[in-house]
């Protein structure tokens, strides 16, 4: 199943492109859609997405900044950025940078929209393949461990699984819980 993660801090437009993607693509697609941009980012640390899409005038973290922490969980999500925003240089560099692969305005065309969503969720399956052979070409060559391949292959799976915070005394702790110097 393939997945697609919006972000607008406006309700109304989540649940317009929502719907609109529910009678554009077929079932096969989950449409998660968020307010929050933190909240939106700690789901991308637990979910693959193929494709997800930000507006860019936020509280709290603009689309472009957010896009950068989604690439660093997932890079091979293709990253829209769906704005009225039309600042040349500031759209130039989110594509240089790798930050962006995509710039689609606002207001949308429906047909458009649905049709660059459907190549992005395309792209992100291709890279997450590419990046699935390469490890496996890499771990026949000697170029890195099978542990490694390993690790590798369970974050495309589940991102964020292969960061473990250990405690002084070897246990795993996990979000919230305090070491023995009260640090969490």
Known sequence: MSRIL??????PVIQSLRRMLRQSLSAEVAVEGF???????????????????????MPVMNGLSWLREVKALQPDATRLLLSAVSDFHLLQTAINEG???????KPWNDRDLANALR??????????EQRRLADERRRELGTISDEE??????EMLEPGITRVKWGPNGEVLLEGDADLSGKT
């Open 149 to 154: 391949a390993e690790r590798r292959r369970l």
């Open 99 to 105: 930050a962006i692969d995509r710039y689609l305005s």
């Open 119 to 128: 190549e992005a969720i395309e792209l992100g399956r291709t890279r997450r």
């Open 6 to 11: 919006l972000l607008d801090d406006e309700e």
């Open 35 to 57: 307010t929050d941009p933190l909240t939106a980012l700690r789901r991308a640390g637990e979910v693959i997405f193929d494709a997800v899409v930000s507006d860019y005038r």
